[in-house]
């Protein structure tokens, strides 16, 4: 059992929120994940997955010897999670031979690594300098512009996807009915009808909050993995997917989630037979662990893949249930879903649900693990 393993078992026995995994569960947890994935996409672990997680395990050793706290030792001018040693930069999660137009160049194999520091910069720009998003305010609309530049210069197809929302209640400010879009970015040459992920995050705030947290910190990530993945290979081909509408106009089952209720409404028969998993990012930024979450429907195996993936990359993970995120829309449609955060916070919903609130050092645990799983490195 590792080190971050082993701190990750004792401080679930402090929470009665989030679950414990048991070591029976774990072990069930890897068999389930590879063999899920591999049965499906390429058989069991080939000696190709297994160079390259030699050569990760290599990679991050290495960065270890120069780590104190989550990764290698330097100043850390963000974090206010009072770590007195921080990465400058985070530690690659995977190698990757550069393209190139001219092979004469000397080969390089340049780290594909989340970069905590411009997830962060995107946090500051959603919610520091956009502000509150309301679904169908300006706001958004100027959230959006800012997801759709950032998918097209990765090279990703991008389409918005509109849908209506009714009047309603905005944690407590009334709001009335209009209309909002998703973001939706797929790889070039995407086919729906072939097996893929969807990685979502919710761009929209309630009427008060400039979400930092909720929910800067997992669209922030979002981008950041649509640059991963736009440089270096995915198991599947992922569509990632901004979506409008998240938040709550009332109470009930059906007064929130629109954009994701909306994607799942209008998916083609092909595509849902073709789509393998869905993972929602929200609320990634507060805390020290990864809340790795689904409602009471999903099957566990995607939760559990994700789990063998931060067991692989050292990162302190739990379980929980809920179904307050856009993976409730798909798992009520029955397909297999994990919500990567969650973490109480005081400032939730609230004015003060600023930059500050965010812990640069989760947004990369929590993107280290996203990519982690996306890329079964
Ligand atoms: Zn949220």
Known sequence: MSAHFALTLRVCTRSATYAQPRREDLRHTRN???STWGAQYGGSRTLETVRRLALCSLLLAAATVACTGDGPAVEDPTSTSGASASPTSDPPTSPSATPSASPSVSPSVRPVRFDSAAALADVRLLAGEIGPRLTTEPAFREGAAVVERRFREYGYQVRRQPFAVPAGDSWGVPVDAGRSFNVVATPRGFDAAEPHVIVGAHL??????PGAEDNASGVAVLLELARLASEDRTRVPAVLIAFGGEEPRGDGDDLHHFGSQHYVRTMPPAQRDALHAMMSLDRVGVGSFVPVCTGPLS??????????AAERQDIPARTCELTTSDHWAFEKAGFAVTRLGSIDYPEYHSADDLPG??????LARTG?????WLSAR
Do not use: E, I, M, Y
């Open 368 to 372: 280290r693990l996203a990519w982690s």
């Open 204 to 209: 929209d705030t309630v009427a008060v909050a």
């Open 299 to 308: 099957p566990h195996w995607v939760r559990d893949s994700v789990l063998a």
């Open 32 to 34: 389930l994940g590879v």
């Open 357 to 362: 609130v965010v812990d640069r050092w989760q």
